[in-house]
């Protein structure tokens, strides 16, 4: 037993982080990163080995690491470099096989154990190898964050983060989930990663789009990948038969104007328990809305004509969905610097259905003079 599989026992309660790199075997892992992960609430360490653009993960118990590095990792690699919450050491492996530390910089700040919140810190971390956001454009090479993509990077990291908030405590060991509108996919990679490799699920997602190009390229990148569990399918999310099996998720990230209308209606009308919405282009309503009432006085600019629209647009499809059985919050889930269509409809279906709010939707439609796509497919399904 190495002075490395030494220190990974006697620091594996703080261990942060351990990298080996420089194989003296020739052996086509070049690299190995392991990081503490919870998955179900339990500790587990994550193996990432990298061969070339290729990378591929696997999940250890906590307990187990240290036996599994004795058996497959001790002696093989020339560097390594542990991070413990306090200190980092790196090791140099000498002609004999054994190592010698030969570096120690204990001037890292303590940082809290590995609480739910510490392990949010590790959603989507810049310089982490996940390869699909290269191969998006989101990620340099050598994972770092594309400068003119760091919105979407800061939408995607919040979105995954509202999520992990929602599943981190289930005990559940698969999910299925549907993207509508999913365009280029950032979102939908991620959450694939996230699910799959991060929680180690069984993870089927299918992304949905009407453009074939885009929905190709997709493809064909979960598929370099290995991403077994998830594809895309040109769709028109208005129209089209879509997946029809038990889903546990519906989200749209600036899925255009009506199309988000249709991905809530698809996600009540199968009962689906989480939904993650962030609308964008709420066209419908300022296309029709008339004098009426009350608020005339908002209707007489067009700016802010449109934001009232837009308002009522959302402000309907929360009702909607809270009286068929959604507990419906209403968030501003990233700074408006990262993007002006800012606002998340986010809901989990836990209760009775009502019909207070559809009324008095429905009474603002006929005051104003407009039609509202979700609060209309609902009521043809209620007649
Ligand atoms: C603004 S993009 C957002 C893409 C992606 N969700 C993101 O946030 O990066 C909107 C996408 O919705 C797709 N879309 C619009 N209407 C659709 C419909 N009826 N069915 C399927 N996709 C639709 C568009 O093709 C486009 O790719």
Redesign the pocket.
Known sequence: MSMVADDLVAYLDGLNKLVLSAPVDGRADTKVTVRPIALRGKAFFQLEYQCGAQVRHRNVAKGQLPELFERELDGVYRQVVLCTNNETRQYIRKANGSYRCTAKDESRRAAPSLTHNRAKEYILREGENIPALVDLGVFTQDFRIVRSKYD?YK??NRFIELVDDAFARLEREDVTIL??????????FVLYYYFAVKRGMRTRII?????AD?VARCNEIAQRYGYDGLRFV???????ALYDEPIDMI?????????TD?ALHYALSRGVRHIFS?P??QHEINAQIQKGGDFDLLLGHGLLRERLSALLTDAIRAAVLEDMGYSVDVIEFIDFEHSPKNLMLRAVKNKRPGHRRLEQARALAAQYGFRQTLLELTAQEQA
């Not at 993207?179 to 939908?188: M, V």
């Not at 040109?234 to 089209?240: A, E, G, I, L, Q």
């Not at 989200?251 to 199309?259: E, I, K, N, R």
């Open positions: 979407k939408q995607i993207d509508f509108g999913c365009g280029k996919s950032y979102l939908t992304g949905y789009d009407l453009k885009v040109v769709s028109d999310v208005t129209r089209d989200v749209t990230l600036h899925a255009c104007d009506t199309a249709y962030v964008c282009c």
